[in-house]
């Protein structure tokens, strides 16, 4: 079935560290790929997406390729804040008769001053 | 402030009551979701509503029961809970379609004891 895989945390960096949590997916149609962060305390949000092949999505310092040859979504950063840490979550939509969004296990990241 | 607002924040009931948890979105949305986020595992789709009609339903227990009066509104009626679907509970909307990535509400943490 359709799935997202990413690495376990917890992530604990120190600040100005460069960052890579790593995602990949099984799906059986074409999907989107996004990345959501949750803060503590609060529901997700988007941080960035990918809808096709070869698509960098970027947002706050952050970037994910899309790479289908090799089913992945990486997530990358070249400097960590401290404001950073959060919950990652990887995501996959794939649309058939609606929409339907899975999610990765999601990693913990800790960025220490 | 993602347009998807979630009522109440917190929640404690016991196993013999009956609550309503509430979702509202004026987005413009036509897709609704519920997810439930337990420590330690990953996010869980329960229940999704397309265009106001129920298309999926991963395996819930029958204590848990969706209504979507409207494509603004969404709610997950609860009676007869147990102590261990105490967690987060995750409301999102989207637009149908693969591209459109979901926006969240910030959640109501449901303690039963």
């Known amino acids: 079935g359709d799935s997202v895989t990413q690495m376990e945390g917890p992530v604990t960096l120190s600040e100005e560290a460069f960052l890579t949590i790593n995602c990949t997916y099984t799906?059986?149609?074409?999907?989107?790929l996004f990345w959501y962060v949750q803060y503590p305390g609060e529901g997700l949000q988007l941080l960035l997406k990918?809808?096709?092949?070869?698509d960098k999505g970027s947002n706050k310092g952050f970037e994910a390729t899309y790479r289908k040859e090799t089913t992945s979504f990486h997530l990358e950063k070249g400097s960590v804040q401290v404001s950073d840490s959060a919950v990652y979550f990887c995501?996959?939509?794939?649309?058939?008769?609606?929409?339907?969004?899975?999610f990765g296990s999601g990693t913990r990241l800790s960025i220490r001053p | 402030e993602t347009g998807v607002t979630q009522t109440p924040r917190h929640l404690v009931m016991g196993m013999t009551n009956k609550k309503s948890l509430k979702c509202e979105q004026h987005?413009?949305?036509?897709?609704m979701y519920w997810y439930k986020q337990s420590a330690k595992k990953p996010l869980e789709l329960m229940f999704v509503?397309?265009?106001?009609?129920?298309?999926e339903n991963n395996s819930v227990p029958s204590r848990f029961s969706p209504e979507c009066p409207n494509s603004s509104h969404l709610f997950l009626h609860l009676h007869t809970l147990q102590p261990e679907d105490s967690a987060l509970y995750l409301c999102?909307?989207?637009?149908?379609?693969?591209?459109?990535?979901?926006?969240f509400g910030q959640g109501t943490r449901l303690t039963v004891v």
């Open positions: 987005l413009g949305h036509n897709a």
């Open positions: 995501a996959l939509s794939l649309y058939s008769s609606a929409s339907k969004i899975i």
């Open positions: 799906a059986t149609g074409y999907p989107s």
């Open positions: 990918a809808t096709k092949a070869d």
């Open positions: 999102a909307s989207s637009l149908r379609g693969r591209l459109k990535e979901a926006f």
């Open positions: 509503y397309s265009l106001e009609e129920r298309v």
